[in-house]
């Protein structure tokens, strides 16, 4: 099975992409790139398929950064590979040529977004709890502080869950009314006292509030395509006992 990314337009500037879960090396509900150190794939196989990826961005393996992932607004600086333990965070920036970053989903928002000119890249993670708790305000704030210009900023929401699929309950909406009753444009009425969420709908909306020059979601459900993609949610309806995690990622 050959490898196969999904790239966008407006970050041409940047070797970046939102991989789907073709041409790795797991097995089973990992088939194949399964990127997931958190998973319960074998270490040995989920670090083939790193390497997997960090040779498709030109970077060697050690130069593809990512972090322990905990839905929070938390962003890092790089600069350099890390070493050690992941640190917890959901978002990476960094200036550095020769250096990849990325983010591991399985239903929610990956965002990958750069300033070609400031030479200036991020990698967000956004589940509905970070969205809310300002984790893509805080990436383009950091992008900012590296010298980025919001005006200037590309930034893309790749595979991810899509509202039609993305039932929810009323403690979800509850939160998101709290913060700001706006918010309730993102939820559609479901079944009983459940609603369908528009995950990517939030994050357009949050990305340009931020000020970001543009906005765009790949539109690929990750639910809707068990070929293409894993889904944490669909591997909960399936009764399965784990799932698989995509990568997506950017380079300077």
């Not at 900023?153 to 913060?179: H, K």
């Not at 669909?234 to 995509?246: I, K, P, S, V």
């Amino acid at each position: 099975m050959s490898l196969e990314i999904v790239t966008a337009k407006p970050l041409s500037a940047f070797r970046h992409g939102f991989f789907t879960r073709k041409g790795g090396a797991s097995s089973g509900v990992y088939e194949s790139l399964n990127c997931g150190i958190g998973s319960q794939d074998m270490s040995e196989i989920v670090s083939r398929n790193r390497a997997i990826v960090a040779a498709a961005l030109d970077v060697a393996p050690e130069n593809l950064v990512t972090v322990r992932q905990v839905h929070s607004p938390r962003v890092i600086r790089v600069d350099g590979p890390l070493r050690g333990k992941e640190p917890e965070a959901d978002a990476l920036v960094t200036a550095t040529p020769g250096l990849a970053i990325g983010v591991l989903t399985a239903d929610c928002q990956p965002i990958l977004m750069g300033d070609a000119e400031a030479g200036v890249i991020a990698a967000v993670h956004a589940g509905w709890r970070g969205a809310l708790a300002g984790v893509i305000e805080a990436s383009v704030a950091a992008m900012e502080g590296l010298g980025a210009r919001r005006e200037r900023i590309a930034a893309i929401i790749g595979p991810t869950i899509s509202q039609r699929n993305y039932e929810v309950g009323p403690e979800i909406l509850d939160a998101f009314m709290t913060e700001d009753p706006a918010f309730s444009r993102f939820f559609a009425n479901g079944t009983g006292d459940r609603y369908l969420f528009d995950l990517p709908g939030l994050g357009l909306h949050l990305l340009r509030e931020a000020g970001v020059g543009h906005a765009e979601w790949t539109g690929h459900c990750t639910y809707d395509d068990p070929v293409r993609f894993f889904s944490y949610r669909r591997a909960c309806h399936e009764g399965e006992a784990d799932y698989g995690r995509l990568i997506s990622a950017i380079r300077l």
